[in-house]
């Protein structure tokens, strides 16, 4: 069904877009404003053909001075798949979907290349290891459009990097080598919702940062989501510590997730891996 960007627009954010334009949205902004993420899929294998245009498309990402640092670690042997998956029992996706990869950042690749011409590599600093995590990240995210073009659908899953040092040993991870985010595919055994998205006056500023706005913008952030989805009671987060909230939104639930560590080990983990993160 053809839809215009303003439909799709209001679906997205939960009010009206301002310019509205009335036009249909083309294919790629259609795609785009239409995203969803997806963590049950059908048993079909995706084609090999069609992965292989894929992960093409993944590395069509531009790349930071073209150094071309992304690495992506098919997991088909199924026991590496299950140890991979059982670190992760909450999302069963993992283990379940019908391909699963890791897309890392690889800084090794180019430090063989400077072995092999004779240089040195001068670039032992924090940017070597953020040039490489850009890179994987615009792959996957290349990867996960093109796959939603043709029908699939896909789940990133950074909790690899919740337990990095465990992957990197099943996927034999070398130095300068890090997991930057784990991805499910597959075609999807049904629908999953348009996930709503802070107002573009919270996030997209003119000239200066300017979040004056930021607390009205999110109350009615999280009423407008609330109308749409109320998180139900069982699904708060840490109730042990904060509580059951009358009314649970959007900035409670994400407050309290980020209230508690997450991945705190992966610092010591890129900095065994060889990365100086100064
Ligand atoms: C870098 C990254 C890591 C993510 N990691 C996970 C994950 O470990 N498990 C999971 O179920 N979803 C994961 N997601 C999916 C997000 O939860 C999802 O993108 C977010 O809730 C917004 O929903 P949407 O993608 O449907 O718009 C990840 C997404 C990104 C971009």
Redesign the pocket.
């Known amino acids: 069904m053809t839809r215009t960007i303003t439909e799709l627009y209001t679906r997205r954010f939960g009010h009206d877009m301002e310019a509205a334009p009335d036009d249909a949205a083309g294919e790629v902004v259609a795609a785009l404003l239409s995203?969803?993420?997806h963590?049950r899929f059908l048993p079909d294998p995706v084609p090999d053909a069609l992965l292989e245009t894929l992960l093409a498309c993944a590395y069509s990402a531009p790349s930071k001075s073209d150094l071309q640092q992304t690495t992506v670690v098919r997991v088909i042997d199924e026991d590496k798949r299950q140890d991979v998956a059982e670190l992760v029992p909450d999302?069963p996706?993992i283990g379940a979907a019908p391909e699963f990869m890791v897309f890392c950042g690889d800084s090794r690749r180019i430090r063989r290349i400077c072995e092999r011409r004779g240089r040195p590599f001068a670039n032992d600093r924090l940017d070597a290891f953020f040039n490489a995590t850009v890179d994987a990240a615009m792959a996957m995210q290349n990867l996960i459009v093109a796959a939603e073009s043709e029908g699939l659908g896909c789940?990133?899953?950074?909790?690899v990097r919740d337990h990095a040092a465990r992957v990197s040993e099943t996927l034999r991870l070398p130095d300068r080598v890090f997991p930057v985010?784990g991805l499910c595919l597959g075609y999807p055994s049904g629908p999953?919702h348009v996930?709503m998205r802070l107002p573009l006056s919270a996030t997209v500023h003119v000239d200066t940062y300017d979040d004056e706005a930021l607390e009205r913008d999110l109350d009615d952030y999280d009423r407008r989501r609330d109308a749409r989805y109320t998180i139900p009671d069982a699904k708060q987060k840490h109730v042990e510590d904060y509580g059951t909230a009358g009314f649970y939104g959007w900035s409670e639930d994400k407050a309290r997730q980020v209230s508690k560590p997450e991945g705190d080990d992966f610092g010591a983990f890129v900095r065994r891996q060889g990365f100086v993160l100064e």
């Open positions: 995203h969803r993420t963590r999302m996706w789940c990133p899953i950074s909790a985010a999953a996930s």
